[in-house]
Every structure is written in structure tokens, then in C-alpha cells.
């Protein structure tokens, strides 16, 4: 086993519960599997992604192992926060409200179970993969069905894959729950640069168009040429 280092993201994500250990303060260390790679083939649509290296193009197995330090330093942090003077309104024209920010900020550091997040993450098949210079994090889980075609599916802003995983089984699995099999997709959920378990970017530039480009290399690396795609906003679908 290796420990892979994953910096803090956005505090949007961090509350949306798949980066809660990644609340300000520092990196937080994960535990990744360092199974052998899959045997991958680069093509992609953008020059800058087409250069990578092998070393790049190897899709890793991955797995979520935060040490049980990181999460009772997490918890203490958010009990020790350092609250302000209530708002003078009854309503939200001031911002967010103190009470509101108490109580979540309470489940987060008592009620909330990191740990069964987790092993959500870990029931399906995650890898790691550099495209365009990032560590991209995704899920692929292919269906069981063979005429089922490939899907990406992309989370929005804020947002993150743990919203997502709901979808996995119905989309690969469809008459498991009252469906066709020809409503089967084989199923790609990346984490966006930046988010969840994907590196964060060094340089600017990753717009739209940018992220498109490196999910068509993601889904050409995978060996999917014909696809379909959606995104929660759709305004990375294609």
C-alpha cells in the first residue's frame, strides 16, 4: 500500500460530504491501492492530452482509506470553531444564518458517519488516471448487459460524485429495478479537477471546453470511442 496526499478542494464540496476531510487546515492522506495498472491506449481529441507519457496513460485501481486521525482532527477542529455575533434579521439578507451554520456544522463533528461515506465510495470500481497534466479520480462500472452503451456522467458545481453513486446501479442494472436491459449503460463518473479526489489544477484554463476535451481522452483511454454524456447543468453534454 502507498499513502497518496489529496489537498483540500472547495469548502462547497467539502460540505456536500465527499471531501469532508478535506475542510481547510491542510492536505489530508488517503490510502490508495497499488494493484497493477490496466493496460490502457492513449488517444484524445486535445494535443496537449495526446503527449502523455505511459506512465500518464496507466489507469490505477483506487480506494478511499482516510487514517482515523484525520477524521478525530476534523471533529475537533469543528467543535472548537470560533462562532460570530448573531444576525440583526430574521431572515437570510444578511447571509447565511448562525443557528443553521451551528447545526450543521454539529452533525457534521457528532452525527455525521465518514466512514459509511466510505464504504459507499469503495462498493464500486474506482481508478486514477493523469490527463492533460491533473490525477483525474473516477468511477467505471460496466453493466453485465452486452448491448449497453458507455455514459459519462459529470457532477456539477458545488457538487461531487458522492452524488452520483445512486445512479450506478440502475444505469448498469436496469431490470433490477423494473427496467429493459436496453436501457443498460456501461458507466463513467469523473471527480471534476479540483474536486473530491481529483488533483487539483496548477495553472488556469480549465473551462468548460478544456474539461469536455480531457473526458473524451478519459472515455477513449477506457476504449469507448461512441458515447454519451451529461452533466448536472448540461453544459458539459455532449
Known amino acids: 500500500m502507498t499513502v497518496r496526499t489529496v489537498h483540500p478542494t472547495t469548502a462547497s464540496a467539502g460540505l456536500l460530504g465527499l471531501v469532508l476531510?478535506?475542510?481547510?487546515?491542510?492536505?489530508?492522506?488517503?490510502?490508495?491501492?497499488?494493484e497493477t495498472p490496466m493496460s490502457t491506449q492513449v488517444q484524445s481529441a486535445s494535443p496537449s492530452v495526446s503527449q502523455a507519457t505511459a506512465a500518464d496513460a496507466a489507469i490505477r485501481p483506487f480506494r478511499v482509506r482516510v487514517p482515523e486521525p484525520e477524521v478525530a482532527e476534523l471533529r475537533r477542529r469543528l467543535s472548537a470553531t470560533r462562532w460570530p455575533d448573531r444576525e440583526t434579521v430574521a431572515d437570510r439578507s444578511q447571509g447565511a444564518r448562525l443557528a443553521d451554520l451551528q447545526a450543521l456544522v454539529r452533525y457534521?463533528?457528532?452525527?455525521?458517519?465518514?466512514?459509511?461515506?466510505?464504504?459507499?465510495l469503495n462498493a464500486h470500481p474506482q481508478f486514477m488516471t493523469v490527463i492533460d497534466g491533473v490525477d483525474v479520480h473516477f468511477f467505471h462500472v460496466r453493466s453485465r448487459h452486452p448491448e449497453a452503451r458507455p455514459l459519462i456522467v459529470t457532477h456539477g458545481w458545488p457538487g461531487s460524485v458522492f452524488e452520483q453513486i445512486k445512479l450506478i446501479e440502475p444505469l448498469t442494472d436496469p431490470t433490477r429495478f423494473g427496467g429493459r436491459a436496453e436501457d443498460a449503460f456501461h458507466v463513467v463518473i469523473p471527480s471534476l479537477p479540483g474536486f473530491g479526489f481529483s488533483a487539483r489544477p496548477t495553472e488556469t484554463g480549465w473551462g468548460v471546453e478544456r474539461v469536455g476535451r480531457a473526458w473524451d481522452a478519459l472515455m477513449k483511454?477506457?476504449?469507448?470511442?461512441?458515447?454519451?454524456?451529461?452533466?448536472?447543468?448540461?453544459?458539459?453534454?455532449?
Open 21 to 34: 476531510l478535506a475542510a481547510p487546515g491542510g492536505a489530508q492522506t488517503l490510502t490508495a491501492s497499488t
Open 108 to 120: 457534521w463533528a457528532t452525527d455525521y458517519d465518514w466512514r459509511r461515506c466510505e464504504a459507499k
Open 221 to 238: 483511454r477506457m476504449g469507448y470511442t461512441r458515447y454519451l454524456g451529461r452533466e448536472a447543468t448540461g453544459a458539459r453534454a455532449w
